[in-house]
């Protein structure tokens, strides 16, 4: 008798962090112009990345959550979506909703507290950021089970880290999916950090992805900082969903290089030895030595992009500083349609406060 308890432990790889290829491409990337447009999207993603943290160091943003170091989790996997397929992010798949269409300015209102920053004028039907840990795993099996319902060939995408693989939420949302067999791709971006929690430390499992198992759905590992692999994989998870046959969970494996959020402090809790080890993996660099290898970048290349990406997260920039904040009321605005007694109590003192200041 055989029991199936892991999937297998080997990340897929396609490009190697010496910029090599490991194995075979698959099609799409041997078109190197496509390859270039993966490789801008995570320069712009990083340049965004690295602004929002100046801003929030220097009071003009609320607390950010970076992505440095987990580029090709988002970009990757955007890349392997249809525009009408929907994405439910958690906090920080800002790779993904860039290339997605959600402009940069509307990033900076969102981690400025501003909720016209989740008012999308580009991807209309994609979620808001997720903050609660694992809560949209449902959301997005519900959203799944609707295209079924409707009979639209599209897929849910549901993006969360690894510290939420240990909650009830997705465990749950695993379980639906597999029963209904609904058009959903998890895709776990296990950074290797739960806020000062170690993966080891909160899980007996070997692999993330052999959490599928118990749902009776495919699982998989890819490498999180090769965005041709998880382009890859995300895009075969998208076919076999949109044959009718299912949700797949894809583990990503990266590193979160930076702190959890810019009120932490990792130096507290984790050693700059480990961070040292995983920075030669990371996956810019990575793509960047596999162009430059082919003939397909350069330096001149590397200068005007870095120059554009500036520029254009500085006009962004510029745009949410300039941008009226809204007035404290608006914190009541939109989540009951009934307000509750204390919270119009609170709106009176907030709008009294206001009228005192003015
Ligand atoms: C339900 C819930 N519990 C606790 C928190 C506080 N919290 C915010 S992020 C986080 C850790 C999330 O870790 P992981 O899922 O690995 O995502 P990462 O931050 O590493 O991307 C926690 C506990 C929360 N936001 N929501
Ligand atoms: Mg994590």
């Given at each position: ?65 970076s992505?440095l170091g ?186 979160r290089l930076s702190d ?6 990792a ?92």
């Amino acid at each position: 008798m055989s029991i199936l308890v892991e999937t297998k432990t080997i990340a897929s790889r396609l490009i190697a962090p010496s910029g090599e290829a490991a194995a075979t491409l698959p099609d799409f990337a041997r078109d190197h112009a496509e390859l270039v447009k993966l490789y801008r999207a995570m320069v712009l993603t990083r340049t965004f990345d690295a602004k929002a943290v100046a801003l929030q160091r220097t009071g003009r943003l609320g607390t950010y959550a970076s992505s440095l170091g987990q580029e090709a989790v988002g970009v990757g996997l955007a890349a392997a979506m249809r525009p009408d397929d929907v994405l439910l992010p958690s906090f920080r798949e800002h790779g993904a909703q860039i290339w997605r269409g959600v402009s940069l300015k509307e990033l900076f209102l969102y981690w400025g507290g501003d909720e016209r920053g989740n008012d999308f004028a580009g991807p209309r039907e994609d979620f808001p950021n997720c903050v609660p840990v694992g809560s949209h795993a449902s959301h997005a099996v519900g959203v799944a089970l609707a295209f079924r319902l409707r009979g639209e060939p599209r897929a849910a995408v549901c993006v969360f880290g690894d510290g939420a693989t240990s909650k009830g939420d997705v465990a749950e949302a695993l379980n639906m999916a597999g029963t209904w067999k609904v058009p959903t791709i998890f895709v776990v971006n296990n950074n290797g950090w739960a806020i000062s929690v170690p993966v080891a430390k909160q899980t007996a499992a070997t692999t993330l992805a052999q959490k599928a198992l118990a749902a009776g759905i495919p699982g998989l590992r890819v490498d999180g900082n090769d965005v041709v692999a998880v382009r890859e994989a995300v895009g075969d998870a998208l076919a076999v969903t949109r044959r009718g046959d299912g949700p797949t969970l894809i583990e990503a494996v990266t590193y979160r290089l930076s702190d959890h959020t810019t009120a932490d402090d990792a130096g507290r809790y984790r050693n700059d030895t480990e961070v040292s080890r995983h920075w030669p993996e990371e996956p810019v660099a990575r793509l960047r030595s596999y162009l430059t290898r082919v003939g397909a970048w350069g330096r001149e290349q590397e200068e005007s992009l870095l120059h554009e990406c500036g520029q254009q997260v500085e006009r962004a920039a510029d745009d949410y500083l300039a941008e009226q904040p809204l007035p404290i009321t608006a914190l009541f605005d939109r989540t009951y349609a009934t307000m509750p007694v204390d919270l119009v109590d609170q709106l009176h003192v907030a709008t009294a406060r206001a009228a005192g200041a003015a």
